[in-house]
């Protein structure tokens, strides 16, 4: 089924069930705006309210701010909003996908990460309860190298972003032969 299709249907069941109603509908609407229907204001405030706990209330040393969108540029310098604030993205033609780069290499982190827990899971299993996994991690070659590449990786991400500087981000994509998910290409 085609995503557009898949979307249609979304709609038309929060449609139907008062989540979301097409903005200014019975005057033709607007594209891709949506009002809130009796349901969806009532999903929203739901969600909004955990948000809020989660954030504020469950946290002793946060509180919680109701500001304005509106503020002097200097609050949005401070927050790094202004000078640091952005993502470095990375478009494929092939998938029609858009990707942050930063995602894209610390899933590989987490892959290296894997890799090595995958490693130790096998050593468990081959020596039983004799396994000493803090032993296994310091002397298994395969681990060692893995956690080695895992290493150099972070540390060249981390030192990319902190500039940032979007020509190390992609050339660690390109070294460490970073794909598309969907197309691998």
């Not at 090595?116 to 299993?125: M, S």
């Not at 310091?138 to 991400?157: G, Q």
Request: with cysteine.
């Amino acid at each position: 089924m085609a995503q557009e299709d898949v979307f249609k249907k979304i709609v038309s069941h929060c449609k139907e069930y008062g989540f979301v109603f097409p903005s200014s509908e019975i005057y033709d609407g607007l594209g891709a705006v949506y009002d809130y229907g009796q349901n969806g204001v009532e999903l929203k405030n739901n969600i909004k309210q955990y948000w809020w706990k989660a954030m504020t209330m469950l946290h002793e040393n946060i509180v919680g701010i109701d500001s304005a969108i509106f503020m002097h540029p200097t609050i949005w310098k401070a927050s790094g909003h202004v000078d640091a604030f952005n993502d470095p993205l990375i478009d494929n033609r092939d998938s029609k996908k858009r990707y942050r780069a930063d995602v894209l290499i610390e899933d590989q982190i987490a892959k290296y990460d894997e890799k090595i827990q995958k490693e130790v899971e096998k050593a468990r299993k081959r020596f039983g309860d004799s396994f000493d996994e803090a032993k296994y991690l310091e002397t298994s070659e395969r681990v060692k190298e893995t956690k080695e590449k895992r290493d150099n990786l972070h540390a060249r991400y981390a030192a990319a972003m902190q500039g940032p500087d979007l020509d190390e981000l992609k050339q660690i994509i390109l070294d460490e032969e970073i794909v598309c998910p969907i197309s691998s290409t």
